[in-house]
């Protein structure tokens, strides 16, 4: 049997030898294909990210473009109806003004017992149509008691019900001409209260307008409805806190003049730095219409108003009046 032959450890090495730096070759070259996918990738990514930002920079500035279009048309759009809307409300104001008030009638309340159903209404209506204002300028009303601001107004209207049963006051009520439109309000809108006086002179104690009605005229309509009541010539006038603008302001707006304050303190026994007076004779009914139904203020208001005097020692009126 042949034995195996043995190479030579000479050849061995030898091919050994060649295939060493056969591999070395071989890694070396697989590193530099390595390192060249390498940074051929990066650049790829690199530019990848760049492309993308400036695809999102055109999107965004696309954007704007269309954002700067859509504000122009807005503007536009607004301007446009600024300018036409007033024209619109002036033309139709007259006959608004006309269809409002032909669907208002005026009655005078006179209850008989404190179970008299009107008198809660009247009631909710007179503290949510102060309570709409007051609670704004609490602070500057300088209220006495502890109470709050709604268990002071029903404490006042507990006087004008009193007042009422007692016959020492008249009240008229502002009423939706269908009474059966709400039930649970009877369709009033608007009350006002008054004292008769000596001959030829009325006081004003109390105008309150539903807080959701105001501006809308009611209050003057209330006034005017006076002149169907007394004669022509008739003095009235009444009090209102400082404090109360809105409602100084409407009784200015019906033609009415600030007292002065030596009226205020010595006449009728109020502080005049809390109180203002106003007064007219009989000029609601003379007042152009356009003038009886607005209660904006005149624009001089500020400068009709006078500053108070220092406070005086207060006399007690010789009769109690009822108001805010």
Same mark, same amino acid.
């Given at each position: ?47 990848? #990210? $760049? ?5 999102? *920079?055109?999107?965004? %500035?696309? +954007?704007? !473009?269309?954002?700067?279009? /859509? ?67 609490? #602070? $500057? ?5 502890? *109470?709050?601001?709604? %268990?002071? +107004?029903? !404490?006042?209207?507990?006087? /004008? ?147 108070p005097s220092a406070s005086r020692e207060k006399q007690q009126p010789s009769t109690k009046y009822v108001h805010l």
């Amino acid at each position: 049997m042949n034995k195996r032959q043995h190479y030579p450890y000479s050849i061995a090495s030898t091919v050994s030898d060649a295939l060493d730096p056969a591999s070395s070759e071989d890694q070396y070259d697989m590193q530099c294909d390595l390192s060249i996918d390498d940074v051929s990738l990066q650049r790829s990514v690199k530019t990848d #990210a $760049q492309s993308d930002v400036m695809v999102l *920079k055109d999107i965004s %500035e696309d +954007l704007d !473009e269309i954002q700067r279009k /859509i504000t122009a048309r807005w503007n536009s759009c607004l301007d446009k109806r600024i300018h036409t809307t007033p024209r619109i409300k002036q033309i139709n104001h007259a006959a608004t003004s006309n269809s409002r008030f032909e669907q208002v009638v005026v009655r005078e309340f006179l209850p008989r017992t404190s179970h008299d159903p009107i008198l809660p209404v009247l009631r909710e209506l007179f503290v949510r149509s102060f309570d709409d204002f007051y609670k704004e300028i609490e #602070a $500057q009303l300088k209220i006495k008691s502890k *109470k709050t601001l709604v %268990e002071w +107004l029903q !404490e006042t209207f507990d006087e /004008i019900q009193d007042e009422l049963l007692d016959k020492k006051s008249r009240c008229f009520m502002l009423c939706s001409s269908d009474i059966f439109a709400d039930d649970k309000t009877y369709g009033i809108l608007a009350f006002l209260t008054l004292k008769e006086e000596k001959k030829g002179s009325v006081y004003i104690a109390q105008c309150a307008v539903e807080a959701e009605k105001k501006r809308h005229g009611y209050g003057a309509h209330l006034l005017r409805h006076l002149r169907t009541i007394y004669p022509s010539g008739t003095y009235y006038w009444g009090l209102c806190r400082r404090a109360n603008l809105p409602a100084v302001k409407f009784y200015l707006k019906q033609g009415a003049t600030l007292m002065d304050d030596e009226d205020v303190a010595e006449k009728y026994g109020y502080d005049p730095t809390l109180y203002t007076g106003f007064q007219f004779t009989d000029t609601i009914g003379s007042l152009p219409p356009s003038k009886i139904l607005s209660s904006n203020p005149p624009d001089n208001f500020e400068h009709k108003l006078p500053t108070p005097s220092a406070s005086r020692e207060k006399q007690q009126p010789s009769t109690k009046y009822v108001h805010l």
